[in-house]
């Protein structure tokens, strides 16, 4: 077995991360992704296009960055999964966001095969990926986290270890709840605020000064709402709604009422109805500037 990295799924977040490993840190990375065009680009870093199965074969360490929960069992489970293949001694880390239930699973299944798993779900957005100033929130062993960390650091600028298996993911999902919902008071405010002649910008710079002000304000509403910018590539609205989903069972779960995100929800679902499914989340402004004109006729 050699020192060699491991990576799956190099797409929208996970082509920059994978990156940081191979130019930050000087690994060897192999990765694997069904898309050619990533493992292209990243061949001009030194990263290796490779099947899972080399990477089982090659890595003791392996990351995994995947649109989401299906996908991850896809992965790791079944007769040519990762569990299954996995020798003894391999760490895994799930970078992507993925219930909690799945990551216990998982964390109960690698530790059965003698090997470590660690849910590792980042947060901020595209250009963070690519300067390596993530923020990453891990659920897993103290001993695992102290492990992986020098690898994170290579991807993030801030590194949590927020409890055992599962408890990563947790953060992670209520964190996206509490921005979504934050996106859905801006879209409205800055929706109001025109249609009373009050300039958006003039709104949005002014409430940076105040106590509105916030992550959420000053990267997605003034750097996407404001100027009606809402590219594909970055995080979508297909993927938003997979997140509100997950923080809406866990509320359901425990029984505790979740009204704004389910609010958040219903403008993201009419957002995707309106054909902008695959543009950047803070698209769902549409969803409000379209009732808004029903309304006038």
């Given amino acids: 077995m050699t020192d060699k990295i491991g990576f799956i799924g190099v797409g929208t977040m996970g082509e920059p991360m994978c990156r940081n490993l191979a130019r930050k840190g000087g690994l060897s990375v192999l990765a694997a992704d069904r898309d050619r065009a990533p493992l ?6 030194g990263v290796k296009a490779a099947s899972v199965d080399e990477i089982v074969a090659q890595c003791r360490t392996i990351f995994l960055s995947l649109p989401g929960g299906k996908e991850v ?3 790791c489970f079944g007769p040519s999964g990762l569990v299954a293949k996995v020798p003894l001694g391999c760490t895994v880390i799930d970078l992507s966001t993925a219930p909690i239930s799945l990551a216990r699973r998982l964390y109960a299944e690698f530790e059965g095969r003698s090997c470590a798993f660690a849910d590792a779900p980042v947060a901020r957005t595209r250009q963070a990926a690519i300067d390596g100033t993530l923020s990453i929130m891990v659920g897993g062993t103290a001993e695992t986290f ?3 960390k020098p690898l994170l650091a290579h991807m993030a600028s801030e590194i949590t270890h927020c409890g055992e298996a599962g408890a ?7 964190n996206n709840m509490i921005l979504f919902q934050t996106g859905v008071a801006l879209a409205e405010a800055l929706t109001i605020a025109r249609a009373h002649g009050v ?3 003039i709104l949005f710079e002014t409430l940076t000064k105040g106590s509105a002000d916030s992550f959420a304000l000053r990267n997605h509403g003034m750097k996407a709402m404001l100027p009606g910018i809402f590219p594909e590539r970055a995080f979508s609205t297909v993927y938003a709604l997979k ?8 509320a359901e779960e425990r029984g505790v009422p979740a009204l704004g995100a389910d609010v958040a929800r219903e403008l993201m679902e009419r957002a995707k109805e309106l054909g902008y499914d695959k543009e ?3 698209v769902l402004i549409k969803a409000i500037e379209e ?6 006729s």
Avoid: C, N, S
């Fill in 40 to 45: 292209e680009r990243l061949a001009a870093d």
């Fill in 73 to 75: 069992e896809q992965i």
């Fill in 146 to 148: 102290e492990r992986i």
């Fill in 168 to 174: 990563g993911q947790a953060v992670k999902i209520l």
């Fill in 199 to 201: 300039d958006g910008k």
């Fill in 243 to 250: 997140d509100l989903g997950y923080a809406i069972e866990m």
């Fill in 280 to 282: 950047y989340w803070p």
């Fill in 291 to 296: 009732a808004a004109e029903h309304k006038k």
